[in-house]
């Protein structure tokens, strides 16, 4: 039988030496906390009037349980359908909800840094993302079609 402290690759190779007197070092201020959070959110692309926040803030609020982070299905329908409405799809919904309910799960509140890098992964909904180039042309087409229409009727009557 092999001893652990004999075998290089069951010794442990690090160890913390010298931890006495040593201070763990203080919790930063609730409102640098705070400013943190804000900045992250804007780095990961994520305004306070983002689409995914706002949904992912509305989920938080409709957990139940604490930690459990638990969501009943009437209510995860009435948030899904929710979100739909807002521009959102079905499946980018429940992605939100899973993000949300890891986040509680794992002790973070409000759209944290953990949680706000993961939204921003999240497409963007469909009424954010501006109109494709597509329903631009056929729209310039359609109306220059109404304006030769208009301007031909006239110059018979």
């Known amino acids: ?22 201070r763990p070092e203080p919790e930063p201020p609730r409102r640098a906390r705070e400013a943190v959070a804000r900045e992250n959110r804007a780095a990961a692309g994520l305004s306070d009037g983002d689409a995914r926040r706002i949904f992912a803030l509305r989920v938080e609020g409709a957990l ?31 992605l939100v909800i899973a993000i949300v309910q890891d986040g509680v799960r ?36 359609i109306a220059m079609l109404l304006v030769m229409l208009a301007v031909s009727w006239v110059l018979r009557g």
């Open 1 to 22: 039988m092999v001893r652990p402290d004999s075998h290089p690759v069951l010794r442990p190779a690090l160890r913390l030496v010298g931890t006495e007197g040593v």
């Open 64 to 94: 139940d349980g604490g930690r459990a982070a638990v969501l009943s299905p009437d209510r995860r329908r009435e948030l899904v359908a929710g979100a739909v409405a807002g521009g959102l799809r079905p499946f980018e919904a429940n």
């Open 106 to 141: 794992h002790g973070e509140r409000g759209v944290g840094e953990k949680t706000g890098s993961l939204l921003a992964l999240v497409r963007r909904p469909e009424a954010e993302r501006g109109a494709p180039v597509a329903a631009i042309v056929w729209a310039i087409a």
